[in-house]
């Protein structure tokens, strides 16, 4: 994607850095797998009634629990009330546990590892352990922005694509269809994504897989799948039904010392004798001109396909991004943020009608179509990561007719790195908690008129109100400063951090705190 300006933006919306079955020449028309509340300062997502530092167990994914009384049958979803007028939803999708609360939405981990004191009330604390595997991180924590990152496991070395500039003659390159899949490595033992998550397969899935040979591919439940195949993948039961429904397309053996042909051969050579269905060489073949790339592509795209990729003849599996792999595509894609849930109106009406995103340079923008109904209706938890299609780039860098495609957990999210100093403006209306249900507007003059008091003495603040009290945050490079009321006395609480990213981590986890037990955001202006 083309490069950005670097713009400055909001300190709270910033995303701190994270820690560090054919021969060859087999036609792309071949079948591709077929059948294919809680206190000021304590940790976020642990749950309630559990001690500061008691370790979660280490039952593994996919283990055998026993289910509670108040457990959630796959797909169900339960309203429990919250300290807000509005109930929280609990929902088990495929084994993955959510909750609508704050606590979990900011809970800056993969989504299967999250959890609250609602799932830990509604499940019981034992349950949650086990469920997520590990320690809870708290939200905005150096571990949840690791986890984020896929430090659990090391990331496997993979090749990755340029995009072509109609720089570079194709002819003679190995074309395939790129598949809209979820990109898997094998490593001999185990599947796992690019941040090296383990995906949990089926024993059977990969019993066929060879022992001595890493291999490169893609986890593929078909055109125009994305999202289902991502549901199935991430899912830590090894259902059985879920993954006959997907199939592993290799392209590459990365430890291989031949050169690209030898190593598809040797791929092809291995799962022709394995004799299973659901693990296949991916088709290739040659481009023959600028013509028969134009034809392939716009055959693909017709088809639901994302697009096409071209491999240089001869070449060695590099680590990194190389110009030996080229991706070739009408439309583009990125991930972004979600930072708002933007109300829908006429036929939408009472549910969402766009996500407010933000890309890794700061570009907000709204992406308002590709969104299913059940999307809709349940739409990406704010904070999560979102890929979405795109024709092209404004001059200001926002991205023209944008398109969902599904939430990213396989991908680290990287955003620019909080400067030394960062205007703070209102957070938007939609992550703003509701106001309580009983005689909102009695408190409301004397809090604005406090929170007005205690917004002339300083522009660069975020301010919440609560039964008449005030509490205010301000963030100066690695400063942080607290006001609230006691009375009428302004108490104050400053605090320095190692660094910029290190206090927006802290801040953000407090103002997740607030938010959760009642405090509502308020514009004194």
Same mark, same amino acid.
């Given at each position: ?201 089926? +024993?059977?899935?990969? @019993?066929? !897989?060879? &022992?001595?040979?890493? =291999?490169? *591919? %893609?986890?593929?439940?078909? #055109? ?66 600028? +013509?028969?790339?134009? @034809?392939? !592509?716009? &055959?693909?795209?017709? =088809?639901? *396909? %994302?697009?096409?990729?071209? #491999? ?214």
């Amino acid at each position: 994607m083309p490069a950005v300006p670097d713009k400055p933006r909001p300190w709270w919306k910033e995303a701190p850095a994270p820690p560090a079955a054919g021969p060859l020449g087999t036609p792309l028309g071949t079948p591709l797998g077929t059948p294919l509340g809680t206190p000021l300062g304590t940790p976020l997502g642990t749950p309630l009634g559990t001690p500061l530092g008691t370790p979660l167990g280490p039952a593994g994914p996919g283990a055998q629990q026993a289910p509670t009384s108040g457990d959630l049958a796959d797909g169900e979803s339960r309203e429990v009330q919250g300290s807000g007028a509005k109930p929280y939803v609990l929902k088990n999708t495929a084994g993955v546990y959510s909750c609508t609360c704050r606590a979990w939405m900011h809970l800056g981990v993969a989504i299967e590892r999250r959890t609250c004191k609602h799932l830990g009330a509604l499940r019981g604390q034992e349950a949650e352990r086990a469920r997520v595997g590990g320690p809870v991180a708290r939200a905005g924590s150096q571990a949840s922005a690791a986890s984020t990152a896929g430090s659990t496991d090391v990331a496997p070395p993979l090749l990755l694509a340029h995009k072509w500039e109609h720089d570079v003659d194709l002819a003679g390159w190995w074309m395939s269809e790129k598949l809209d899949g979820v990109r898997a490595y094998w490593d001999g033992t185990r599947l796992v994504s690019r941040l090296g998550n383990t995906f949990w397969a089926p +024993d059977w899935f990969i @019993e066929a !897989l060879p &022992r001595d040979l890493h =291999l490169d *591919g %893609e986890l593929f439940g078909g #055109r125009k799948k994305f999202q289902r195949t991502v549901s199935i993948v991430r899912r830590q039961d090894r259902s059985d039904a879920a993954w006959r429904e997907i199939s592993y397309l290799v392209f590459d053996a990365p430890k291989h010392d031949g050169v690209f042909e030898e190593r598809l051969r040797r791929i092809r050579e291995h799962l022709a004798a394995a004799n299973v269905t659901h693990a296949i060489a991916h088709p290739h073949e040659v481009c023959r001109s600028l +013509d028969h790339l134009r @034809e392939e !592509l716009a &055959r693909v795209e017709a =088809l639901g *396909g %994302e697009g096409l990729m071209l #491999r240089r003849p001869g070449s060695r599996y590099e680590v990194g991004r190389s110009s030996s792999l080229l991706k070739v595509k009408t439309f583009h894609d990125a991930e972004a943020v979600v930072v708002t849930h933007l109300p829908g109106a006429g036929k939408h009406k009472g549910r969402l009608g766009a996500l407010q995103c933000d890309l890794a340079d700061g570009t907000r923008f709204s992406i308002g179509t590709g969104l299913s109904d059940a999307e809709r209706d349940a739409p990406p938890p704010i904070g999560s990561v979102v890929t979405f299609r795109y024709q092209e780039l404004t001059t200001d860098g926002v991205p023209r007719f944008p398109s969902y495609v599904g939430i990213r957990d396989d991908v680290a999210f990287v955003g620019t790195t909080p400067p030394a100093v960062r205007s703070l403006a209102p957070a938007p209306a939609a992550t703003r908690a509701p106001a309580p249900a009983s005689a909102p507007e009695a408190a409301a003059p004397a809090a604005t008129a406090t929170a007005a008091a205690m917004a002339s003495t300083t522009r660069d603040a975020r301010i919440f109100t609560r039964d008449g009290l005030v509490w205010q945050i301000t963030l100066t490079g690695k400063t942080q400063v607290i006001r609230r009321t006691r009375g009428e006395v302004f108490e104050t609480i400053s605090a320095s951090f190692s660094g910029a990213a290190v206090a927006w981590r802290d801040a953000d986890a407090k103002i997740a705190a607030q938010l959760e037990a009642g405090w509502t955001e308020v514009d004194p202006e």
